[in-house]
T-cell receptor
Framework: NAGVTQTPKFQVLKTGQSMTLQCAQD?????MYWYRQDPGMGLRLIYY???????DKGEVPNGYNVSRLNKREFSLRLESAAPSQTSVYFC???????????FGPGTRLTVL | EDQVTQSPEALRLQEGESSSLNCSYT??????LFWYRQDPGKGPEFLFT???AGEEKEKERLKATLTKKESFLHITAPKPEDSATYLC?????????????FGKGTKLSVIP
């Protein structure tokens, strides 16, 4: 059981470049989430998917898009990266009937 | 707006010196209060969920308690391996049921 996996672990982009962060879970969870974590800030929700086929905006969605590819996979796309998107990105998932979220190892993104 | 405040921001303890971390919260209706542990460079690791005032949960040297306004994470006779950042989060029944609001964390250092 791998839990929640994320790729890549590290990424450096130039301003204006695009990229997709991948997330997969093998716990048969319905809900999946993308967060960003910045120094001095708590984890902030970017987007979430309550179930396959649905996505909703969180607290800080601007500059991001998401795709719930199937029940296992939830990707986060930066169409035109900006230095303000330099952060550590975490994916999480939770099972129905509980709000407990389980996190992946994170992707450390630097935008120059 | 949901608010979660953790104190202190940082705590240094000698090995064996017991102490408590505080998480105060404001929500319209508590769905659950969550404690996570985060090691440097890793994703948050789930510790406990508390649902109602008076509830307590224990795991090894950690004990979490909950009142109507705050939660405490008590650490008894800590060891150096307990060094980590401890995060608190709340789920609000009045908000989107899939969203958690996180505090900024308490960084615990246990000195041998």
């Amino acid at each position: 059981n791998a839990g929640v996996t994320q790729t890549p672990k590290f990424q450096v982009l130039k301003t204006g470049q695009s990229m997709t962060l991948q997330c997969a879970q093998d716990m048969n969870h319905n809900s999946m989430y993308w967060y960003r974590q910045d120094p001095g800030m708590g984890l902030r929700l970017i987007y979430y998917s309550a179930s396959e086929g649905t996505t909703d905006k969180g607290e800080v969605p601007n500059g991001y898009n998401v795709s719930r590819l199937n029940k296992r996979e939830f990707s986060l796309r930066l169409e035109s990266a900006a230095p303000s998107q330099t952060s550590v990105y975490f994916c999480a998932s939770s099972s129905p009937g509980t709000d407990t979220q389980y996190f992946g190892p994170g992707t450390r993104l630097t935008v120059l | 707006e949901d608010q979660v405040t953790q104190s202190p921001e940082a705590l240094r303890l000698q090995e064996g010196e017991s102490s408590s971390l505080n998480c105060s919260y404001t929500v319209s209706g508590l769905r659950g209060l969550f404690w996570y542990r985060q090691d440097p460079g890793k994703g948050p690791e789930f510790l406990f969920t508390l649902y109602s005032a008076g509830e307590e949960k224990e795991k090894e040297r950690l004990k979490a308690t909950l009142t109507k306004k705050e939660s405490f994470l008590h650490i008894t006779a800590p060891k150096p391996e307990d060094s980590a950042t401890y995060l608190c989060a709340v789920g609000d029944s009045g908000a989107g049921s899939y969203q958690l609001t996180f505090g900024k964390g308490t960084k615990l250092s246990v000195i041998p």
